[in-house]
């Protein structure tokens, strides 16, 4: 279980996320240089904040494996996400794209605060195969992050060029931009979900966890819904806006499977 120092410490995390997100739509009605800059100040700075708490909280329990238990994977996951935002919008800036990933991690770290000290499930690692199944079914939930944000960031681009709606701040991209990112990360995180489904798959026929009917459910769902997504490049009628409708519901989807996996470990 973390410790109160922990805690603080990714509260600290979750505040400094906070104000740089709302500093970043700010730019939605004035443009400033000074905010641009305070943003990303706030968001490295949560990003430290973190990484702080997850090494605190690896050297109390003396193990440095990841995904060691609830605290830990719900802040390697949010990590994960803020440090691809800051390496778009570092690489090849992509205005907008915080506004949709930044709520997930602030919502993540949350988890790991109030699940962390509510319900400090320990994942057995010592098994290659576990790993593989926590790692894909974890990334494969990072990965379905960035496509719903694509798939948000597509939609509202759509409809601004639609409608021709004018909006202050930054460029969101082009749709063809959206899409393929859209589709890189629906890609990678399929891979990683199928990889998960069978490491999961073998892990329960060797007994050595149990098969909870709404992970089983929700897991399933989510994996055919991403794969009709992976099927939009050869299928007109998948393409553009369903892609991206899809795309944001795998995500919710996820979610309750991400739920189910930290919550519900041994339900029935």
């Known amino acids: 279980m973390p410790s109160v120092g922990q805690i603080i410490v990714i509260a600290v995390s979750i505040v400094l996320f906070l104000i740089g997100g709302l500093i970043s739509l700010s730019r939605l009605k004035f443009e400033r240089a000074w905010s641009r800059i305070a943003a990303k100040a706030c968001m490295w700075s949560g990003m430290t904040a973190a990484l702080v708490g997850l090494v605190w ?150 007994g050595h966890s149990p098969a909870p009917l709404a992970k089983i459910i929700l897991s399933a769902a989510v994996w055919l819904v991403y794969a009709v997504v992976l099927h939009s490049p050869i299928n007109p009628r998948f393409r553009g806006r369903r892609a991206a409708m899809l795309s944001i519901v795998g995500f919710a989807l996820m979610a309750g499977t991400v739920v189910a996996v930290l919550l519900m470990p041994s339900g029935a």
């Open 57 to 206: 909280h690896s050297m109390a329990r003396q193990n440095w494996q990841p995904l060691e238990d609830n605290f830990d994977a719900l802040i390697w996951l949010a990590l994960a996400l803020a440090g691809f935002v800051m390496y778009v919008q570092r690489t090849r800036p992509l205005g907008g794209l915080d506004w949709f990933i930044m709520p997930v991690v602030i919502l993540l770290l949350i988890g790991a605060v109030v699940i962390g000290r509510t319900n400090p499930q320990a994942y057995d690692v010592h098994r290659w195969w576990t790993r593989i199944h926590l790692a894909g079914a974890f990334g494969g939930a990072a990965f379905f992050a960035v496509a719903a944000a694509g798939g948000a960031m597509y939609l509202v681009t759509n409809y601004r060029l639609r409608h021709k709606v004018a909006l202050a701040g930054p460029s969101m991209g082009s749709l063809e931009r959206l899409e393929h990112l859209m589709l890189v990360a629906v890609t990678l995180g399929f891979a990683l979900l199928t990889l998960a489904a069978i490491t999961g798959f073998a892990e329960i026929q060797l």
